[in-house]
């Protein structure tokens, strides 16, 4: 996968959970500016072309910014919401858990509870690592 040198990230999801499509789509739509680039991890090599392996990608959200640095988890948020004017006043707070050592722990929480959250479909990704 080539970067698109008009985005600013490319935020990696799992096209076949429902939670992830939900949320780039909901991304997508708050992003007016088109700094961010929603791409689905499944696609045949766009893993590999962004030198992301397929474990991590699974277990973190993975972010990549225009020149080519990969952030995962809690950093992919923080990068993401630098990109995106609605999500601009989450960023202290964001920044603040980071600089408080709770970001990943926090992140990692939401993340293996995300089967709380009620959207349809069943999210395939165990829990089980949390």
Known sequence: MAYNGGMHVTLFYDGSCPFCTASAAALERMDWLRRLE????????VLEAAGIGFEAAMTR???????????EGIDGVLAIARQVPLLW????????????????RLY???????LLIPL????????AKY
């Open 120 to 127: 349809p479909g069943v999210c395939p990704v165990q829990k």
């Open 108 to 114: 990692d929480w939401i993340a293996a509870r995300r």
């Open 38 to 45: 929603c791409v689905n991890l499944l696609t045949p090599g």
């Open 89 to 104: 006043l989450g960023v202290p707070l964001i920044w603040l858990v980071i600089r408080l050592g709770w970001g990943q």
């Open 61 to 71: 959200i993975q972010v990549r910014s225009a020149d080519g640095r990969v952030t």
